[in-house]
């Protein structure tokens, strides 16, 4: 014969949040350690975190504080709170939140946090269960934790949230330094991401700056919008028909990339001093992109001009 498993109320298993709950897993602090696969041992209630005090505080297997927060309930702000405040009093690693209902914003909190930050975050639910007759039991259900994918995806989040603090930073510089020479981008924001750019007379057509890490260019962008692939060729083939014109009055020899298995061409000339990841190097990697978009600007607005589209 097999039972079936029934809910029992929390509050008939553990009237008392504190008294009962946080002294029974004091008392049975194995049971978190089954479904945390963790070591923890001497769990105490009550320590001291400034003037507040913390449900438990227990050790992992090599002495480190690991804080436990109790909630009978649904999650909420308070305690969230509560639980990143005493992992910072107490100088902390590893928190540990059990709830009787996770609500789906502190699921998704903990995921970011588990991602944002060196602190390992366990979020569980707890409810009661009997089979038939038998005493009520707890059930503990993992429902988010620390992962090396999250570290990973942490870890992502932050390297792209440093470049576009840097880009933006040298797209700043770029701009103020390019409108004491021309206004060929003098409306024109400083972004996050790789390029910025400025129309270049005809719909479609872009002069754009880009950056990367270790390198510059400028370009000629050509790209009309969807279903333009043979618009944007046939663009590209009447400049491609004046190259040597266009080198020449550029003052050397620019790539001309059909890009055939794209929808878009461009025509561009690589600055090869540096990127955004070369500080030292911004007044002289700057210098060199502002007069090439000049020169870039001034080779194809005659033949830009001359387009029937």
């Known amino acids: 014969m097999i039972g079936k498993i029934q809910r029992v109320p929390l509050r008939e298993v553990w009237k008392h949040e504190a008294l009962d709950f946080t002294k029974w897993l004091e008392d049975n602090i194995d049971v978190l350690n089954e479904v945390l696969d963790l070591s923890l041992s001497n769990a105490e209630r009550e320590q001291s975190a400034g003037d507040f ?5 227990a050790e992992d297997e090599a002495g480190n504080p690991v804080v436990i927060e109790n909630q ?4 909420d702000h308070s305690h969230l709170g509560k639980l990143i405040t005493y992992l910072s009093a107490i100088g902390a690693k ?3 939140w059990i709830v009787a209902d996770p609500r789906p914003e502190h699921v998704g909190a903990i995921s970011w ?4 930050s060196s602190v390992a975050f366990y979020l569980l639910k707890i409810e009661g269960i009997r089979i038939g007759e038998s005493p009520a039991a ?8 620390p992962s090396e994918e999250s570290r990973g995806v942490g870890e992502t989040k932050k390297e792209l949230a440093g470049r576009y603090i840097f880009r933006h930073r040298f797209w700043t510089t770029l701009l103020d330094e390019a409108k004491k020479k021309t206004n060929l981008h003098s409306s024109i924001s400083p972004g996050h991401y790789s390029w910025v750019g400025a129309g270049a007379g005809k ?15 400028v370009e000629l962008y050509i790209d009309r919008g969807k279903d333009s692939d043979e618009e944007n060729k046939s663009i590209f083939d009447k400049l491609f028909s004046s190259q040597q014109q266009i080198d020449a ?36 990697i700057i210098t060199a992109m502002v007069d090439a978009m000049m020169r870039l600007e001034k080779a194809l607005r005659p033949h830009i001009s001359k387009l029937q589209i």
């Open 53 to 57: 005090t913390v449900d438990l505080v």
């Open 249 to 284: 009055a550029f003052g050397e020899p620019l790539e001309w990339q059909r890009l055939d298995s794209k929808r878009a061409c461009r025509i561009r000339r690589k600055i090869g001093i540096g990127g955004y990841l070369d500080e030292t190097k911004w007044p002289e």
């Open 138 to 145: 707890p059930l503990l259900t993992l429902i988010v934790g």
């Open 72 to 75: 009978l309930e649904k999650s």
């Open 94 to 96: 590893t928190a540990i």
């Open 113 to 116: 946090l588990n991602e944002s």
């Open 203 to 217: 719909r479609g057509l872009g002069l754009n700056y880009v950056i990367r890490k270790h390198e510059g260019n």
